[in-house]
């Protein structure tokens, strides 16, 4: 059988056809911006002017792990709290600080 949650043991998420195509979206905008910063490289463009958009990227790729971490603590951490499985907060706690170096 398998588990709708990532914290099991096969750690795996099945996600709604919505999620995933709105993650994949959000994903394809990032690569287009990084595909971007290559061709203003490839341009010789300005310095500062490359700078702000790899700025822009961080804050993409941010704003992405954040939409991501929410749903998984709603879901994941919630189902497998839920279960009984205590050792969901220690994974969240060392992802957390993972994300926070």
Do not use: W
């Not at 490839?42 to 790899?54: E, N, P």
């Amino acid at each position: 059988m398998k588990m709708d949650c990532c914290c099991c043991h096969q750690k795996t998420k099945h996600r709604s056809p919505e999620e995933q195509k709105s993650l994949v979206n959000r994903l394809s905008r990032i690569e287009g911006q990084v595909r971007g910063l290559r061709d203003m490289l490839q341009k010789d463009a300005y310095c500062t002017d490359i700078l702000i958009q790899v700025s822009a990227v961080n804050a993409a790729l941010n704003s992405f792990s954040k939409e991501l971490l929410a749903t998984h603590i709603r879901t994941c951490v919630t189902d497998g709290i839920r279960r009984g499985e205590d050792e969901v907060i220690d994974e969240l706690v060392t992802t957390l600080q993972k994300l926070m170096k």
